[in-house]
């Protein structure tokens, strides 16, 4: 397996909010007064805090979730776990508290879901493992496609949808990102330039203006948890849904392909079959469409990641982004 692949060497956007078993049993009182027998940091995760509870008397443990980098995303991430529970494996919200009094973050108490990072079976590099994960991504995705809404935009914390403004469009988004002095200090001139120019001629190529679904954003083996069943692995959770606002559901495919060029050709392949298996159709574009969507999510991690303050995370950046400006150059050069 090549590495580093998935995420599994970026360093944190934030450090974490570290608290004590005294602190803790403070924040999950008005909840739960058993007593804590112990706390465990999940150390996954760039951004938020999760703890492990567990409790003397053996009742279930819980998740001790601290929202570190916004705080409008507790109530967002509560409301898409409501809808979302009748359709895809995701932990409940048992107790919320957003005052920032006990402690200075909101936080929640979360149910504690079983299995194992989808991220660490695949490094594990067994071809059937990383088969059967990626299909049962792929299922999960294709009821994604199918949760639609109205306009495509960002949720506030109701859910509501704020649409897009002129230049949160793709193409001005992407140009205005191209312009920031932390990506332009991050890629050389020439890739700049032809990325500016793969901007210009992937009109093509968009999602359509009315295609609004559900899209997580954030959709890839490091928040999915995968156990077995009945000898084969599954998604038994999706995590960090934080980031969710309703478009296209092709950003997700190309987030969860990013590193398909460093993987066995089993896992897209199987990704694929998953969705298609589930009924879904793909338009003839959808890779294009898809490397186009993660184009700007790479340019807006490098943008917010600087090599001087995340220097491994950075570079794995600069070098998805310049494998994929080669596949969409060969594309648009055809």
Same mark, same amino acid.
């Given at each position: 397996?090549?590495?580093?692949?998935?995420?599994?060497?970026?360093?944190?956007?934030?450090?974490?909010?570290?608290?004590?078993?005294?602190?803790?049993?403070?924040?999950?009182?008005?909840?739960?007064?058993?007593?804590?027998?112990?706390?465990?940091?999940?150390?996954?995760?760039?951004?938020?805090?999760?703890?492990?509870?567990?409790?003397?008397?053996?009742?279930?443990?819980?998740?001790?979730?601290?929202?570190?980098?916004?705080?409008?995303?507790?109530?967002?991430?509560?409301?898409?776990?409501?809808?979302?529970?009748?359709?895809?494996?995701?932990?409940?919200?048992?107790?919320?508290?957003?005052?920032?009094?006990?402690?200075?973050?909101?936080?929640?108490?979360?149910?504690?879901?079983?299995?194992?990072?989808?991220?660490?079976?695949?490094?594990?590099?067994?071809?059937?493992?990383?088969?059967?994960?990626?299909?049962?991504?792929?299922?999960?995705?294709?009821?994604?496609?199918?949760?639609?809404?109205?306009?495509?935009?960002?949720?506030?914390?109701?859910?509501?949808?704020?649409?897009?403004?002129?230049?949160?469009?793709?193409?001005?988004?992407?140009?205005?990102?191209?312009?920031?002095?932390?990506?332009?200090?991050?890629?050389?001139?020439?890739?700049?330039?032809?990325?500016?120019?793969?901007?210009?001629?992937?009109?093509?190529?968009?999602?359509?203006?009315?295609?609004?679904?559900?899209?997580?954003?954030?959709?890839?083996?490091?928040?999915?948890?995968?156990?077995?069943?009945?000898?084969?692995?599954?998604? =038994?959770?999706?995590?960090?849904?934080?980031?969710?606002? #309703?478009?296209?559901? $092709? &950003? *997700?495919?190309?987030?969860? /392909?990013?590193?398909?060029?460093?993987?066995?050709?089993?896992?897209?392949?199987?990704?694929?079959?998953?969705?298609?298996? =589930?009924?879904?159709?793909?338009?003839?574009?959808?890779? #294009?469409?898809?490397? $186009? &969507? *993660?184009?700007?999510?790479? /340019?807006?991690?490098?943008?917010?990641?600087?090599?001087?303050?995340?220097?491994?995370?950075?570079?794995?950046?600069?070098?998805?982004?310049?494998?994929?400006?080669?596949?969409?150059?060969?594309?648009?050069?055809?």
């Amino acid at each position: 397996m090549l590495l580093p692949v998935l995420k599994s060497h970026w360093e944190r956007y934030k450090s974490h909010a570290h608290i004590d078993i005294e602190q803790a049993q403070k924040l999950v009182n008005s909840y739960n007064p058993n007593k804590i027998q112990s706390l465990v940091l999940l150390s996954d995760g760039c951004a938020n805090t999760n703890y492990k509870i567990t409790f003397q008397n053996n009742t279930a443990p819980l998740v001790l979730r601290i929202y570190i980098r916004e705080k409008n995303a507790l109530a967002r991430e509560k409301a898409i776990h409501q809808l979302l529970k009748n359709y895809l494996p995701v932990p409940l919200f048992f107790y919320t508290d957003a005052s920032c009094t006990l402690i200075n973050h909101p936080y929640a108490l979360m149910e504690w879901k079983e299995g194992e990072l989808m991220r660490n079976v695949i490094l594990k590099g067994d071809e059937r493992d990383i088969s059967e994960c990626a299909f049962s991504a792929g299922k999960c995705l294709s009821v994604l496609k199918n949760i639609e809404f109205h306009q495509n935009g960002f949720f506030d914390e109701n859910l509501q949808i704020r649409p897009f403004n002129q230049e949160e469009a793709f193409i001005p988004f992407g140009l205005g990102l191209l312009k920031q002095q932390t990506v332009r200090e991050s890629l050389s001139t020439s890739v700049l330039v032809e990325l500016e120019q793969i901007f210009y001629e992937s009109v093509p190529f968009l999602p359509k203006p009315n295609e609004a679904n559900l899209t997580h954003a954030d959709f890839d083996p490091a928040n999915m948890l995968v156990t077995k069943t009945n000898a084969t692995w599954q998604v =038994s959770a999706i995590l960090d849904w934080e980031f969710s606002f #309703a478009g296209s559901y $092709l &950003m *997700d495919m190309g987030l969860m /392909l990013r590193y398909a060029h460093k993987l066995p050709h089993i896992y897209e392949d199987s990704f694929l079959k998953g969705i298609k298996d =589930s009924g879904a159709q793909l338009p003839s574009t959808w890779k #294009a469409t898809a490397k $186009l &969507m *993660d184009l700007l999510c790479l /340019l807006q991690l490098l943008y917010y990641n600087p090599f001087a303050e995340r220097p491994l995370m950075n570079r794995d950046v600069v070098e998805l982004i310049e494998s994929t400006q080669t596949f969409l150059k060969s594309l648009l050069t055809t």
